[in-house]
């Protein structure tokens, strides 16, 4: 690769994780810029093993209470680590990154000089404060740090949609005229102001808070809910064509797609990655008689089901839509008259991708602190392969 010219040269020995960090820079703003022009709002959801899967035991437990028999957990992803980002004070001792909330101890510095950063920072940590003497505002910063996706809401007043389940305001996000729903993680509080009761979260599932009860709850009452959500992130996500399997050595054979991340996102296999903005249609023939008259129905091979469209019963007749919801991202509740014979459900998903075992190392003519690139296969076609393995 030809050496590249470099518009500001007045560091040339400073060496950052092996590489010159010029070249760090350059590139990080290049996958900055590709990734504004070509981004496109991803869900990231991390993956780890079940601890109660026995290898060599073939199917797992469908009733297992942590992983639901899935044989993985799925929850939040972990924070993503950003070098040598350029940043500027927007007042005296105050510089704002370009990802926040910050976490962990981000590293300032201007030419070869480390800025001092206060010991006491702001909450949410949304900018870094330095301590005085504060480096000149026409002075151009270089930053590295981390940034979660998790974002802290307090004292939200929640919406009512039916009993027992609140959908979260602040998770409605609009990007591009499009509106996404980021996901709720933890909820750490509801509570009834009007009546001064306490309600216990079942669960959650997308925006949504499920109680188990509502108390003395009536319409016009104020619900006051605590949480966190999981902000989708802006990735790059590229089908692989016939050529790119040619042209680039770092994709893998089986692979269906690429994710170019910014800075450097810890993805693990197994992770789900699902670009909000695609939504298709597709129906499944769902048989009740396997979970029982209480039981809760499992979509296969589909992880994000954004909408349920009908569901068609044996009989011909369409269910009611007060008789059932969604639950979670793929299951079926029957709130009530759960049929016991095969039914078509018909609905809208947002495709899922997994990520597969990748060795960071095959790249070619870059560093490694740079833009991830990680090969990724369908989920149905993952799930599919798996329930064949099992
Ligand atoms: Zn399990």
């Not at 404060?129 to 151009?140: K, Q, R």
């Not at 809401?153 to 005229?177: D, H, K």
């Not at 790059?236 to 089986?254: A, C, D, K, R, T």
């Not at 919801?325 to 709130?335: D, Y």
Request: hydrophobic share 35%; charged share 15%.
């Amino acid at each position: 690769m030809a050496t590249e010219q470099f518009p500001i040269t007045w560091i040339t020995e400073t060496w950052e994780h092996g590489v010159p960090w010029q070249f760090t820079r350059q590139t990080v703003q290049k996958y900055e810029a590709a990734i504004s022009r070509h981004g496109q709002a991803v869900r990231w959801i991390q993956s780890i093993l079940c601890p109660r899967v026995q290898p060599g035991m073939g199917q797992h437990d469908p009733t297992c209470p942590l992983c639901a028999g899935r044989g993985r957990i799925y929850q939040p992803p972990p924070t993503v680590s950003i070098y040598q980002e350029l940043a500027k004070q927007l007042a005296p001792g105050q510089l704002t990154p370009k990802y926040t909330p910050i976490v962990g101890t981000p590293r300032v510095w201007h030419q070869k000089q480390t800025i001092n950063i206060s010991a006491v920072q702001p909450s949410p940590w949304n900018y870094i404060a330095f301590d005085p003497p504060y480096p000149s505002l026409w002075n151009t910063l270089f930053v590295d740090y981390q940034f979660s996706p998790l974002i802290q809401v307090i004292g939200e007043n929640s919406s009512v949609i039916a009993t027992n389940v609140l959908q979260t305001i602040a998770t409605q996000q609009i990007s591009v005229g499009q509106n996404y729903s980021a996901t709720v993680a933890t909820v750490t509080g509801v509570q009834n102001i009007t009546k001064d009761e306490v309600y216990t979260v079942a669960s959650t599932s997308l925006n949504l808070i499920y109680l188990d009860s509502m108390g003395t709850w009536a319409p016009g009452d104020v619900l006051s809910v605590d949480y966190s959500y999981v902000l989708p992130y802006t990735f790059v996500l590229l089908g692989i064509s016939v050529n790119m399997q040619w042209l680039s050595p770092y994709e893998m054979e089986n692979a269906d797609a690429l994710l170019v991340t910014p800075g450097w996102a810890k993805i693990s296999s197994g992770d789900l990655f699902t670009p909000l903005s695609a939504v298709q249609s597709d129906s499944q023939v769902i048989d009740p008689r396997q979970t029982g008259p209480t039981g809760m129905d499992t979509v296969k091979n589909v992880f994000d089901i954004k909408a349920i469209d009908r569901i068609l019963l044996y009989s011909g007749v369409e269910a009611s839509s007060s008789d059932y919801q969604l639950f979670g991202r793929n299951q079926i509740q029957w709130l009530s008259n759960k049929p016991m014979q095969p039914y078509t459900l018909q609905f809208r998903f947002n495709p899922t991708f997994v990520a597969l075992p990748n060795v960071q190392s095959l790249r070619y003519a870059e560093n490694k602190v740079l833009a991830n690139r990680t090969s990724l296969v369908y989920y149905n076609k993952a799930s599919q392969a798996e329930a064949n393995f099992g």
